[in-house]
């Protein structure tokens, strides 16, 4: 029998999200049904609001999320109902080429449940990165749900499922920063503190965070910034210069995803640093850096994709770190709001007000 829930729905391109009743099926083979505890409130959510990730309209959003395995189809056999899980947009397959290659952090055909769920007329809907958390309960493929530690409290355990994994796993997945490092984290939101957490706590020596926002610079040293600079009245690569006496960073993150950012984060490098990009650009953005330039910098430059994460091994130990006081997890969430206030979530998001609105059910 499916299940009728209260669930946060995407109708058409730009229109206000509306809440609605929706059916979710019971789990067939290879799925898990879970009952939603927390979901965080992600810009991506925005974005498929407004027609930004295709057109595959109804949409059911969210996608950062705690909750209870309710019940788990056939031939699931590492999960039971009452596991406390966070829920991952990557469930790596395991026979793709890039899992194959032994890089299943970059699955091309990452797991989502087979079976739909739909409004109450059967049409079927779109979940946000094949997860649709904003409801009381969603269905998934059961590899999207992950194991971790029941002693996390679920509104700060969901942000590990993307923005935080996405910034920590920046750093350290994808920038490999290791002891000694020196760091630059452009764009202190969300995925930009995580960036910074993730380079404090494996070890940089610097770590400079840059904004134009003062107040995102002060959660940023909350969160470990050895350094901050507001890049409004600053030029931001001959601060980061002059921090780093007169070279630059060996790993540069660019957590806004604007050509300017980026270009930035190009020029703060040392000679053979690490550019990684993790914020996400609009379609038609470009970048115009000299080829000469490319060459003789050298380096590697990254794109951050989930923050290269492989959440069956990171989501417990970003778990733990947060248990063990190691991980400010509490710090990134700014309110805690209902199912009802998603849409107004939205613009308090846009207007730069906070880290992390999340749902708590
Ligand atoms: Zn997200
Ligand atoms: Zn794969």
Redesign the pocket.
Known sequence: MPHEVRAVVATKKGAPVEVQPILVPDPGPGEALVSVQACGVCHTDLHYREGAVGDDFPFLLGHEAAGVVEAVGDGVTDLLPGDYVVLAWRA?????????RGR?W?????RNAAQPMTLLDGTPLTPALGIGAFAEKTLVAAAQAVKVDPAARPEAASLIGCGVMAGYGAAVNTGNVQRGNTVAVIGCGGVGNAAIAGACLNGARKVIAIDVDDRKLDQAEKFGATHIINSRGTDPVEAVRALTGGVGVDIAIDAVGRPETYKQAFYMRDLAGTLVQVGVPEPGMKVEIPLSDLFSRGGALKSSWYGDCLPSRDFPDLIDQYLYGLLDLESFVTERISLDEVEAAFDTMRGGRVLRSVVVL
Do not use: A, H, L, N
């Open positions: 790596p397959c395991g026979t793709c080429r890039s899992c194959r299943p970059y699955c091309f055909d990452s």
